[in-house]
């Protein structure tokens, strides 16, 4: 399994992209900003999206994604999600109003779009790849992933504050290689970041003292010129790993 980080911003501006990744050629976890840098023959190829949450910069490339390459493709995008994000997307964007709902067009028995209900700790296969929905903590209902290869195991934490379950998960996943953590925000934000349901250094290096020390920790969703603050401040707190790095665009993991 190979992953290739599409974009990993907490917002735009100089090259920066939202959240996206690309699993192989065929699989995107979230659709922010980053899946704009594809080519339409690499668009083509995705047939799977899952999602982490339904707040814009994770799925602001979706309806564009599926208006530009539909009538190219000889079958639907599967959209993976919650059930409780499946019905948000459906009520709030793909809605008529906003954009068209693809899971009606071109007619209801061949649609463009298919919408697959998950459930968080049950894994779904994709051709000998595991994807699990793992447990995380927003101000929308919200998972992060873990993917599962034949080398190893990454997990994404998605936007989440500090959840126990989510870290259970971790510590459970002998094979974990990697994991990619989110935090928005300096300490002098410590307020915003709870109230948004974000992390900051001072929640998330707590949460990092529970992993094993082989496990190489990336730091996503950085806020745009907070990027080299937000990471000594987490390193800064000696939570006991080698230093955690931020997660860039083009970074690739065999699994």
Not at 58 to 69: E, K, Q
Not at 111 to 139: K, M, N, Q
Not at 141 to 166: C, K, N
Not at 234 to 252: K, M, S, V
């Amino acid at each position: 399994m190979r992953v290739r980080v599409l974009g990993c911003s907490g917002g735009i501006g100089g090259g920066r992209h939202t959240t996206s990744m690309l699993v192989d050629d065929d699989c995107l976890i979230d659709a922010g900003s980053g899946v704009m840098r594809l080519g339409l023959e690499e668009l083509v190829r995705i047939d799977h999206v899952f999602v982490t949450h339904s707040h814009l910069d994770h799925i602001l490339a979706l309806p564009l994604l599926l208006d530009s390459v539909s009538s190219l493709r000889d079958g639907p995008i599967t959209l993976h999600a919650t059930p409780e994000t499946l019905a948000i997307l459906r009520g709030h964007l793909f809605n008529w109003l906003i954009w068209p709902d693809f899971s009606r067009i071109p007619n209801p028995d061949h649609p463009f779009l298919i919408y697959r209900t998950l459930s968080v700790g049950e894994p779904i296969y994709l051709g000998g790849r595991e994807i699990t929905a793992i447990p995380a903590s927003h101000t929308v209902p919200a998972v992060g992933y873990r993917l599962r290869g034949p080398r190893a195991s990454l997990i994404f934490s998605g936007d989440t504050e500090s959840h126990p379950a989510l870290w259970e998960y971790a510590a459970n996943s002998a094979d974990l290689g990697d994991l990619i953590v989110e935090a928005s925000f300096t300490n002098d934000l410590a307020e915003l970041a709870h109230l948004s349901k974000h992390y900051c250094p001072q929640t998330l290096a707590p949460d990092l003292v529970g992993l094993a020390a082989a496990t190489r920790i990336w730091v996503s969703h950085l806020k745009p010129g907070q990027e080299e603050a937000i990471l000594a401040e987490i390193n800064a707190t000696g939570f006991g790993h080698p230093p955690a790095r931020a997660l860039y665009e083009d970074q690739i993991f065999e699994l």
